[in-house]
């Protein structure tokens, strides 16, 4: 079946726009997680949700990142008013359950220029 | 919080030797998950394997292998026959059971493992 998806795959941006970034889980995975890579670094994660649901949304660097999942499928980050700190390449990974296999897209690459 | 240490930022072998990644890890939680991620240049995350922290069997997936060390908080990957596909940056990462997944994986920052033919 279908891996993960994100769109767009490259995004350039300038400073002080705002951007959406979107993921398409594989269908039937209940759980969902945000993950941001910095050139040459680890992953850092972000967000999780369960379903629907984040219950814990302290790991977004900024009150300027948001994300929300609809339908227990789609998941959007949106970032306001991006800085060049804000480039990365963003991952989205979704497993069966939370403590299954997480299986990643293939991610953003955002820059801020 | 966790922490997962990688010590070795780059490793170089031949086609064909074994070459074993090194990974500690830090926490306070009992029943964890441990797993190796596998990034070649096209930048897509693969599993390589995944280990239960209350399994004491060492997991294997036919050329990969863990040696898991619970009270060391250790969890190295034995690569064995390493072929030239195995080139990647290999990523070793600690999921905890107590938040119920909230935390995601907490990874550490790679060791970029080069394959010469």
């Known amino acids: 079946g279908a891996g993960v998806s994100q769109s767009p795959s490259n995004k350039v941006t300038e400073k002080g726009k705002d951007v959406e970034l979107r993921c398409d889980p594989i269908s039937g995975h209940t759980a969902l997680y945000w993950y941001r890579q910095r050139l040459g670094q680890g992953l850092e994660f972000l967000i999780y949700f369960q379903g629907n649901s984040a219950p814990d949304k302290s790991g977004l660097p900024s009150d300027r990142f948001s994300a929300e999942r609809t339908g227990e499928s789609v998941s959007t980050l949106t970032i306001q008013r991006t800085q060049q700190e804000d480039s990365a390449v963003y991952l989205c990974?979704?497993?069966?359950?939370?403590?299954?296999?997480?299986?990643f897209g293939p991610g953003t690459r955002l820059t801020v220029l | 919080a966790q922490t997962v240490t990688q010590s070795q930022p780059e490793m170089s072998v031949q086609e064909a030797e074994t070459v074993t990644l090194s990974c500690t890890y830090d926490?306070?939680?009992?029943?964890?998950?441990l797993f190796w991620y596998k990034q070649p240049p096209s930048r897509q995350m693969i599993l390589v394997i995944r280990?239960?922290?209350?399994?004491?069997q060492n997991a294997t997936e036919n050329r990969f292998s863990v040696n898991f060390q619970k009270a060391a908080k250790s969890f190295s990957l034995k690569i064995s026959d390493s072929q030239l596909g195995d080139t990647a940056m290999y990523f070793c990462?600690?999921?905890?059971?107590?938040?119920?997944?909230?935390?995601?994986?907490?990874f550490g920052k790679g060791t970029h493992l080069i394959i010469q033919p």
């Open positions: 926490t306070s939680e009992n029943n964890y998950y």
């Open positions: 280990q239960e922290a209350y399994k004491q």
């Open positions: 990462a600690f999921q905890g059971s107590v938040r119920g997944g909230a935390d995601g994986l907490t």
């Open positions: 990974a979704s497993s069966l359950w939370v403590y299954n296999e997480q299986f």
